[in-house]
């Protein structure tokens, strides 16, 4: 008994699969563009877990406190006396200034992060070599010599030779050697970095002696990091106090369905869904009904007439999702999610290769089933009652 | 060969080459791990804050710790301009 | 009696506007192995009958057995299990699906009933052979001529061994040697026990020695002359 079910079941599996062939071009249609929906939602989705595990795991070393101070809203720079107050607070382990900003290239539309400190103060800076492909960190006492991105020395061009100039604010030019280069697997964080002395940066940029643009706090308690941020507000007001917690936060909701890419995704989603719902519940053609009252006349019941419109939604999504995300994966693994480069970088000159590895786990392939295979089977299923209730007499007479 | 069988066997056409893409990618992940050493460093040795992804505007390059008023430094009715603005939101606080 | 109806009544959407009343008061029976024919009009209600007799739908009212089984009482499902076992179908047009293979074609009613690949291809080739189309298994079945489709026709009203055929109009749409052939194999059929029952208004098949009974509706009633 259970074996003639079970042969039924496949006998009826088959049918369902020479009908999709019998209507090849519109089966292949709606797989097509069900796969190329279910390949936009499931990019997006690898691509912003990706980068949101790299950040996740990256950012954990980000400076406990940074400190910025705010006028009119904006960010400006901070006193390097501000210090000084901070010496009075409990568990703050060292306090590093940094000059640090943007320089961008008139000639090549390129905009640097530049960032000037000493790099001798800061955690792991014995460590730093280890992030060079070549050359080495500058010294405090070393004028001019910097540590470069991989995208800074292609867009410089300094292969050969390891100089290049800046304008500072008054159109002097500033010289700067290269010293190092930064290996290619943190590209992700240094390629646009150019990294010098904080003397150097003060120079670039002509900021007054006295002034920085933010202070690195690291204090001796991870677990007290809150309850210094408070204290250092209330000694500091007029001082933007940034956590760490709060900087890795950023990084878990930057890449939104709210914004204004992810609602592009879900609405092209939906209209694509839209259309297909209305496709099918658009009635049967006569030779549908024909089918269907003369297989009913034949023996075959509602319930397999069902089964066969079942299954027939089943093989398409379930092809569709296969498809598609394999074709999504493929896309941002080994293609690095070119399509959606304009969106990930823009009109950025420079750009780092992205080496993204998605984990796709059983929640993001079942918000993604949730999304497109649940609402095409829903599309289909219901009006495939309405088909299935075909009188069977209707296929007698003319 | 009867449809059935052939569609079970597209399946696992498909289902293998995910099997690879999955082996392989166990394989990047082991490579991976070993570049995550550098990247701790570079951020704990330069304090860095952001991804070096968006480097078109500064709060598309920094979103973390760009000042809200950036997205609007043109005038405060700005409409987003930039491509990478769709992309990368602004911190929620 | 293989098929009884007694007072048999089939009215379509009782009880509103558009009420039609298309069966009245049908007594009729029909033995074991033999042929029948329906004749009448269009619109006369044969079809109506027909499907009634094949297990359809059951009658508004008034008893039918078909097989021994009282259709009135038969919920839907049963009645399509009991169609399947008892009634092999020729459509007027045939309705071949024209894009399955004639093998395809003939097989149709054994899907359902999980019967394997291979053993509906045997069940099939034995009757591609008797009605001398074996050559003709895996064309569609668009593409195969008007005689060959009758032939498909038939091969799939007995692809189950069901004991009663019934033909809706089966000559309408064919020449008179086509027509004459397939009164031919109606009487083989009729020769190897099958119970038939034929809806036509062409003399041909009416007229055929083979017919035992003609039966004459109009307007719904059995006509007495």
Known sequence: MAQTNLEKQVNILDYALSSLWRRRMKSLSVLLVFASVIFLLASFQMVTQALSDKAKQVLAYTPEITLQKMSAGRQEAIPLAYKDKLAGIFGIRRVVPRIWGYYFDEVLLANYTVMGMDVDEMPESARLDTALASGRMPTPDEQGRVVVGHSVKKALDIEGRNTFSFFRPNLSLKAFTVSGEFSQGTDILTNDLIVMNLADARDLYAIPAGMVTDLCVYVANPKEIDTIARKISEALPGVRVLTRPQIQKTYQVVFGWRSGFGSICLLTALAAFVILAWDKASGLSPEERREIAILKVLGWETSDILAVRFWESVIVSGLACVVGMTAAYIHVVYFSASLFRPVLMGWSVLRPDLHLLPRMAAGDILMILAFTVIPYLAATVIPAWRSATVPADSALGG | MRPALVFSLLLCLLLALDGALFVDGLSRRKAEDATLAQLEVATSALGLTDLAVATEARYTRHPAVSDPMAPFMDHPGAIEHFPTGAFWLPPQH | ?225
């Open chain 3, 1 to 225: 009696m293989l098929i009884e109806l007694s007072g048999v009544s089939k009215i379509y959407n009782q009880g509103r506007a558009n009420e039609v009343r298309a069966l009245t008061d049908i007594d009729l029976g029909v033995e074991q192995g033999s042929m029948v024919c329906l004749k009448g009009p269009s619109g006369s209600g044969k079809s109506t009958l027909l499907a009634i007799i094949g297990c359809i739908f059951p009658p508004t009212s008034g008893k039918a057995a078909i097989a021994d089984r009282q259709l009135a009482r038969l919920p839907d499902r049963f009645l399509t299990l009991h169609r399947r076992e008892t009634i092999g179908f020729i459509f007027q047009r045939f309705n071949v699906l024209p894009e399955l293979t004639v093998l395809d074609n003939i097989t149709l009613p054994l899907l359902p009933l999980g019967v394997p690949p291979k053993e509906r291809k045997l069940r099939a080739q034995e009757l591609l052979e008797r009605f001398s189309i074996s050559h003709r298994a895996q064309f569609p079945a668009g593409q195969i001529s008007g005689g060959e489709l009758q032939r498909v026709a038939i091969a799939r009203a007995l692809i189950n061994n069901q004991p009663i055929i019934l033909a809706d109009e089966p000559t309408a749409h064919l020449d008179t040697t086509l027509s004459r052939e397939f009164m031919e194999i109606m009487q083989q059929l009729k020769a190897t026990g099958k119970t038939i029952v034929i809806a036509s208004h062409d003399p041909l098949v009416f007229e055929h020695p083979a017919i035992d009974r003609t039966v004459t509706i109009k307007d719904g009633r059995i006509h007495v002359p």
